[in-house]
Nanobody, 117 residues
């Protein structure tokens, strides 16, 4: 089992910045890719950014150039630095981790990000 705990959400004005963090505990040695998903009001959950254990990253087109994902394998943490936030970024952000050996996905409880115009 892997437990994920997010922190760092909040309310910010458009153009502002926030940093989200996610700490993993438990059977973390089986985890490869980790990432951030978000679900806005009335929308489906979507992938925002992901990072492999080796540091390869990918981003949704809507956040490229504004969001940066990072990872500390020694501390079992990932972070999402968000700048130039837009009201459209308002969502609950979820941390995700994948175990490639059993194809199991783990989720955090989510953290709310609200961007006011």
């Amino acid at each position: 089992q892997v437990q994920l705990v997010e922190s760092g959400g909040g309310l910010v004005q458009a153009g502002g910045s926030l940093r989200l963090s996610c700490a993993a505990s438990g059977s973390t040695w089986n985890i490869d890719a980790m990432g951030w998903y978000r679900q806005g009001p009335g929308k489906q959950r979507e992938l925002v950014a992901s990072i492999s254990r080796g540091g390869s990253t990918s981003y949704a087109n809507s956040v490229k150039g504004r969001f940066t994902i990072s990872r500390d394998n020694a501390k079992n943490t990932i972070a999402l630095q968000m700048i130039s936030l837009e009201p459209e970024d308002t969502a609950v952000y979820y941390c995700n981790a994948l175990n490639p050996y059993n194809s199991r996905a783990y989720w955090g409880q989510g953290t709310q990000v609200t961007v006011s115009s």
